[in-house]
């Protein structure tokens, strides 16, 4: 319910500037009137459901996680598309964004379809971050079998130019503590959490840059402790019902502009609608390749909602960071990191160097000038870069044209571009000693470690970590990285205005980067 999105909208400081000036004053119209029925022509569904598709792993997931790294953008998407499909009691989804863009619209599409089949749908986003309008997200809260809450409500939703200023001079912490987790869990069964949110560019669909991002598909087992996650947060005092923030009398219901927008081959390519239909054979054949790795011990980490005491001004930890600081610890040959965000603290530089005085070795693959979306936060990495470097960390800087972008993208959108967007690194990951992946919301930032809740999977499986190593490794060869020393690194490839915008954020403190 903000401005349109741009290439430096996806940061917090930012975003703030627009919510000030701009509010919600994008009042266009997202959805356009209907001309003509395109639904009519739209296949049913298979005739089946998630519990019939899950049956030959039935007791594999009372005491084993099923686990899959959702690396492409397509998979991703079509994922969710499949477990949306065929959800039948429950859908509870967890962001930090929330886009009503192509993406954003459709995914609304198949919640309201779901709910339509009386499946009880909860939406919570956090608020500082929705691109989406007033009338749009109330339209969805009306729902019988839908309800949506915004998480710490003190900077957008329902706040006028004075409530905002007040909340962020007044609860300057506060107004900063955002909810980073992203969750989307399936009947309690079945759940994907990493670093993508739900807008175009995290999938792979947008035509000015997109993100490379990482999550994991989870299956039984552990899928407990992220249900007990989102029911924790949901029903925290922090997460208000979007009723309570904003009026809306709908004296007639109508999602048919939605549905007709979701139908519209325009929207939807009639391509990635088939891939969708064939998911359950897909997952099917997933199971029997031995593709889905049935695991003990897998961890899902969660901060709690507030992420702690707020006793220590924009500090104070959380559970992920020191579960973080303890895995990192634990390692005795090499730590492998992808991160968009790379601004370390003292405790982290020591951290960092303690263990490379021991012979581990420490690669990070993080943003360059070039790939990177926000601002403030490679400032904030441009301050400590000298000093890692001389610790001994190995570092990559991400290229914006990176030829992993033809792998990971949607191949669909790829092959009708008329030009290149910009690539991203969006993926926080961790592999540790070949034996454990991190997958992640959690950035290597002083915002992740102390203000935002975030969430990690640890999964303690040598096949994964050899399987996701290879690909950070792949991702820091010449064709898609940098390899930045102290002699030299890539910031003065970019003009020289944009090297200008870095270095005036210079005044923004690194306890909020």
């Not at 429950?90 to 930090?96: G, S």
């Amino acid at each position: 319910m903000c401005a349109s999105k741009s290439l430096n909208f996806k940061h917090f400081l930012l975003t703030f500037l627009l919510l000030l000036v701009g509010g919600c004053d994008n009042t266009s119209d997202r959805l356009p009137l209907i001309t003509k029925d395109y639904c009519g022509n739209i296949l049913e569904k298979p005739a089946t459901n998630l519990t019939q598709q899950l049956m030959p792993v039935a007791d594999q997931m009372k005491d084993k996680t099923g686990v899959y790294i959702l690396e492409q953008g397509t998979e991703a998407i079509l994922t969710r598309a499949w477990l949306t499909e065929y959800a039948e009691k429950t859908i509870d989804v967890q962001y930090f964004i929330f886009s009503t863009d192509n993406i954003g619209l459709i995914a609304s599409d198949y919640l309201i379809q779901a709910a339509d089949r009386g499946v009880k749908v909860r939406l919570l986003v956090d608020d500082i971050m929705i691109d989406a309008k007033a009338d749009e997200l109330l339209l969805l809260d009306a729902h019988e079998n839908l309800s949506i809450r915004i998480y710490n409500p003190t900077a957008n939703v329902g706040k006028n130019l004075f409530q905002k200023v007040g909340s962020l001079v007044t609860d300057f912490h506060n107004f900063n503590q955002r909810m980073h987790n992203k969750t989307f869990t399936v009947d309690g069964k079945v759940s994907i959490t990493g670093g993508r949110n739900i807008a175009d560019e995290y999938f792979g669909y947008d035509h000015a840059f997109n993100f490379r991002d990482r999550d994991v598909l989870l299956i039984g087992g552990e899928v407990n402790a992220v249900q007990n996650s989102f029911n924790q947060f949901w029903n925290d005092e922090l997460s208000v019902p979007i009723s309570q923030l904003m009026k809306e009398n709908y004296k007639k219901l109508s999602y048919e502009t939605l549905h007709q927008y979701a139908c519209d081959p325009g929207n939807f390519l009639p391509e990635v609608r088939a891939q969708i239909y064939s998911m359950p054979e897909t997952i099917k054949a997933m199971q029997e390749g031995n593709k889905i790795k049935w695991l003990d011990n897998i961890e899902y980490v969660s901060d709690k909602p507030g992420k702690n005491n707020h006793e220590q001004f924009l500090g104070g930890g959380g559970l992920t960071t020191q579960r973080l600081i303890e895995l990192v610890k634990s390692a005795k040959k090499s730590i492998t990191i992808q991160t968009p965000y790379l601004v370390t603290t003292e405790l982290s530089e020591d951290l960092f160097k303690t263990l490379i005085d021991a012979g581990v070795e420490i690669k990070i693959l993080t943003n360059s000038i070039a790939s990177n979306d926000n601002f403030e936060a490679f400032n904030g990495y441009q301050r400590v870069r000298k000093s890692l470097l001389e610790i001994g960390v190995d570092i990559y800087e991400f290229k914006p044209d990176a030829q992993i972008r033809k792998k990971v993208m949607s191949e669909e959108m790829y092959r009708n571009l008329t030009s290149v967007p910009i690539f991203t690194l969006h993926a926080k990951s961790m592999v540790i000693d070949d034996k454990i992946t991190v997958v992640a919301t959690f950035n290597l930032d002083p915002r992740s470690a102390n203000l935002n809740t975030e969430s990690i999977t640890v999964i303690p499986s040598p096949e994964i970590a050899k399987e996701v190593k290879a690909g950070m490794l792949l991702e820091m060869e010449p064709q898609n990285a940098w390899h930045t020393t102290l002699d030299w690194n890539p910031d003065n490839l970019v003009d020289t205005s944009k090297q200008i915008k870095v270095k005036m954020r210079r005044v923004v403190p690194k306890s909020i980067l």
